[in-house]
């Protein structure tokens, strides 16, 4: 184990903690799937957040960079106006980190102001530390104004409520013996009464793709707001099955299409 290895595991078991206050779902499930199987690996962790130089992808994913992990590929969601990045490290026994963010100069003018209010609140020396992506919400933010970016973008809104947490950590269904596809997975974690996202299907991505996902729906959870709070979505449980590429190896990259549904997985409806 490198010097690198151990301190990401510590933030990654830290980001971990946090995401669970976040997740009511994913105590209970790891729970589950932990009583079944010996190891279970953690495929990526995602997160999110603005374009705004100070916010963007490459600075929220410098400290990653710093403790050795590469980028890898990036991945355009149009219709959501969304920039995605992935980065791995060469510790295989690490998750991959999936990083978002909002292009807020395709929303109008309203949405970009209120975005640049919150980001001006943002100290860049704490960006550039490895706990600033499970340091929560860096800004203060109006119940009115969550309301307008959640009426244009529930990404946006999301994370303007949340600030930086992870969105959903990720089972390897590879890494499983007790469930072999998602089709049994999915069937198994609907009988213990999980809702999961049905967008485009529960399962999205196909072999062919060398990547089928499937997820659950993010339950509501209390937000503090400067004028009062609000039950919102908070956080998912993410369930990837690899598929080998012609060399051999898992296919270890992301499918746009499939990603653009499991984004649904914070959505309000
Ligand atoms: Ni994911």
Redesign the pocket.
């Known amino acids: 184990m490198t010097n690198n290895t151990a301190i990401l595991q510590e933030h990654i078991n830290n980001m971990w903690l946090d995401y669970l206050n976040l997740t009511p779902d994913a105590k209970p499930i790891h729970k589950l799937f932990d009583e079944l199987n010996d190891n279970i690996i953690n ?2 962790i ?1 997160l999110r957040t603005f374009n705004l130089s100070k916010t963007s992808i490459d600075n929220i994913a410098n400290p990653f960079i710093q403790q050795g992990y590469q980028y890898a590929d990036s991945y355009e969601f149009p219709q959501k106006k969304l920039l995605a990045k992935y980065f791995i490290h060469p510790d295989s026994s690490l998750p991959k980190v ?1 990083i978002s963010e909002l292009i807020t100069e395709e929303f109008s003018q309203e949405i970009q102001d209120i975005i640049t209010s919150l980001v001006e609140q943002v100290d860049a020396t704490e960006v550039s530390k490895l706990n600033f992506c499970y340091s929560g919400r860096p800004w203060d933010i109006s119940l009115k104004q969550y309301d307008i970016l959640n009426a244009k973008s529930e990404y946006a809104s999301w994370v303007a409520a949340h600030g930086y947490r992870p969105n ?1 950590f ?1 089972i390897l269904v590879n890494s499983l013996t007790s469930h072999k596809n998602l089709a049994s997975l999915n069937d198994f974690l609907i009988k213990q009464g999980f809702t999961l996202n049905s967008s485009g299907g529960l399962i999205k991505g196909t072999k062919d793709q060398l990547l089928e ?1 499937s ?1 659950t729906n993010a339950k509501k959870i209390r937000v503090q707001f400067t004028d009062g709070d609000k039950e919102i979505p908070g956080c998912y449980y ?1 369930f ?1 099955l690899r598929y080998p590429q012609n060399n051999g190896d898992l296919y270890q990259g ?1 499918v746009a299409s499939s ?1 653009d549904k ?1 984004f649904e997985s914070t959505s309000n409806n």
Do not use: G, K, W
Request: glycine share 0%.
């Open positions: 495929d990526h995602a999936f959903h990720t996902q997820s993410e990837a992301f990603a499991i």
